[in-house]
């Protein structure tokens, strides 16, 4: 591991945290209040914190590392755009669609997810793309 990924590491974190509260905490908090059995309460949800970051640091070395190792010299923001399209068909998509077939959630309530979240790792991949906006080395 480098400096620079350790950097894009680092940053696409906190950006994924911040879209995450965005888009959960705040977005699609009345939904999810629709399905209280569903969802721990915010008391509760503190104890489990320190597991949501550890996913997300995960998330965020795993989008780096396999954009910076398939990344070709074409311009960033098209290459990061196609590229959170494709993190969002292999894992959000799926995911909600998933989650949508075992447990009784709102079909609008997925649809939602699947629109905010879809959105966020899009902007991801593009911010991924710009950090190492550099033309790779041979």
């Not at 590491?9 to 509260?21: D, H, K, N, R, T």
Request: net charge positive; hydrophobic share 55%.
């Amino acid at each position: 591991m480098n400096k620079k990924f350790a950097v894009a590491w680092l940053i696409v974190f906190v950006a994924w945290m911040c879209g995450s509260f965005l888009v959960h905490a705040i977005l699609l908090q009345d939904s999810y209040g629709s399905t209280p059995a569903l969802f721990r309460t915010p008391e509760d949800s503190q104890r489990y914190f320190p597991y949501m970051l550890l996913g997300h640091v995960i998330m965020a070395g795993a989008l780096v590392w396999i954009y910076q190792r398939g990344r070709e010299p074409k311009p960033w923001v098209a290459q990061g755009a196609r590229f959170g399209v494709a993190i969002a068909l292999l894992h959000i998509v799926p995911m909600y669609l998933i989650y949508y077939a075992v447990q009784p959630l709102h079909g609008n309530t997925v649809v939602r997810q699947i629109v905010f979240d879809g959105a966020l790792v899009i902007l991801l991949g593009m911010l991924v793309a710009f950090l190492y906006r550099d033309a790779p080395s041979a």
